[in-house]
């Protein structure tokens, strides 16, 4: 069974950083992909960053590009989500997600192509 649990938000100022934690369990980080998501009130779920460590590639969404890095920790079965230069915009609740279907690396935004979900950690930038 995939269980993957997210921390590591909270409460920054415009321009601070916070970094998230993705633990997984049941599923293998080291060789299959893990992509973050946020949810803010109002708007759709999109996709952040992801990483594809078969192919050792990685892919942002252009609102994050130079701001957010993904990493992972294959001995801690645990993928970062480093977030600097937070902007209010980056408000939202964060999700890591998976799934063990074959992903197109075309739509690795969609939420449709996962059927393993954290369950969220908020994160909330004033200015």
């Known amino acids: 069974q995939v269980q993957l649990v997210e921390s590591g938000g909270g409460s920054v100022q415009a321009g601070g950083s916070l970094r998230l934690s993705c633990v997984a369990s049941?599923?293998?980080?080291?060789?299959?992909?893990v992509t973050w998501f946020r949810q803010s009130p109002g708007k759709e779920r999109e996709g952040v960053a992801t990483?594809?460590?078969?192919?050792?590639?990685?892919y942002y969404a252009d609102s994050v590009k130079g701001r957010f890095t993904i990493s992972q920790d294959n001995a801690k079965s645990t993928v970062y989500l480093q977030m600097n230069i937070l902007k209010p915009e980056d408000t939202a609740m964060y999700y890591c997600?998976?799934?063990?279907?074959?992903?197109?690396?075309?739509?690795?935004?969609?939420?449709?192509?996962?059927?393993?979900w954290g369950q969220g950690t908020q994160v909330t930038v004033s200015s």
């Open positions: 997600a998976a799934t063990r279907q074959t992903l197109n690396i075309g739509t690795w935004y969609s939420p449709r192509a996962y059927n393993y």
């Open positions: 049941g599923y293998t980080v080291s060789t299959s992909p």
């Open positions: 990483i594809w460590p078969d192919v050792r590639r990685t």
